[in-house]
């Protein structure tokens, strides 16, 4: 059988483009080494709580993990994940034209210079495309936001074993936010443990699959320790993390007081005769940044303090 390989053509960005794409790939990289500060500021409260000797070992070792990824400026887990970009951006940003192009080139030059585990597996051909591009992939979600001239994205990197829990489904509306609270324990019991406690849980609800399921996206990028501005949703929140902590994964699975860093919910309006629910997961080790940019692409890191790109 011939090996397949995915055309991909260095695109001719503008001298602008390619300092934007230069960013960030650096920041890429730094995502893929160092925890954002909430999810650091977390673990070390939860290492605090555990008083068996086992959990106690497993949050050194994530400790000393995240020390080595520093300090050799690699990934801190093998799973780089499929990069995804979470924009927001004014009518006005300069470089809008080319963003797809300049986020598509950042996640390919980050591949190689980090270097980055190659996630991208063309859907049916089913092969590597090796660089961390195919088909979707960086899959870029895009909101233009009035006539500003600036730029803010998530970025995350969406692992296998944190991807394994998510599922959205649309329940009766007769089930109510009970079926919610449901759905979601149903979820982590059956498959919390596989995608590497203390998770960030992330609790999309809208109408449908497809915003549900991109409202629990959207809570993954909150900071662990946020609540939600409404009232009913921040409730749930606090149930559903006081729940499933009460499963009692513990961190890595192996048992514990606490099996979450937080529960975030996401809620948008619905059709009455629907409620769309949806869970994702992020990881202990949760690698997702959040970068500020000006037309002029002076930047600012609010989730990781002190750093320099």
Not at 110 to 123: F, S, Y
Not at 141 to 146: A, H, N
Not at 246 to 252: E, F
Not at 274 to 283: H, L
Request: proline residues 5%.
């Amino acid at each position: 059988m011939d090996t397949m390989t995915y055309d991909y053509t260095t695109p001719t960005l503008s001298p602008k483009g390619q300092e934007m794409r230069d960013l960030l790939a650096d920041y890429i990289s730094v995502i893929s080494h160092r925890l954002p500060d909430d999810v650091t500021a977390k673990l070390q409260e939860l290492q605090k709580i555990e008083v068996d000797p086992l959990q106690k070992l497993v949050y050194d070792t994530m400790m000393e993990n995240q020390l080595l990824a520093n300090k050799l400026k690699r990934p801190s887990c093998q799973d780089t994940g499929a990069l995804q970009f979470f924009v927001k951006v004014g009518a006005q940003f300069p470089l809008l034209g080319e963003l797809n192009q300049i986020l598509k080139d950042a996640v390919y030059k980050t591949t190689k210079q980090t270097p980055l585990r190659h996630n991208a597996v063309q859907t049916f051909d089913e092969y590597n495309t090796g660089m961390n591009i195919g088909d979707g992939i960086p899959s870029v979600f895009t909101q233009i936001d009035g006539n500003s001239s600036n730029i803010e994205m998530y970025v995350y990197m969406a692992g296998g074993g944190c991807t394994l829990p998510g599922e959205a489904m649309v329940l009766m509306p007769g089930e109510g936010y009970e079926g919610v609270v449901r759905f979601v324990m149903d979820r982590m019991t059956s498959y919390g443990v596989n995608a590497c406690p203390p998770l960030l849980v992330g609790v999309g609800v809208a109408t449908s699959v497809e915003t549900a399921a991109l409202n629990s996206k959207l809570a993954l990028m909150r900071r662990v320790d946020s609540v939600s501005e409404n009232a009913n949703a921040a409730k749930l929140e606090r149930l559903l993390e006081e729940g499933i902590n009460n499963i009692g994964l513990g961190p890595q699975g192996f048992g514990g007081q606490k099996s979450v860093m937080g529960v975030n919910v996401v809620n948008t309006a619905r059709h009455p005769s629907t409620i769309g629910v949806a869970v994702s997961t992020g990881c202990w080790s949760h690698r997702r940044g959040y970068i500020k940019l000006d037309k002029d692409l002076n930047y600012e890191l609010p989730y990781n303090k002190g750093v320099e790109l």
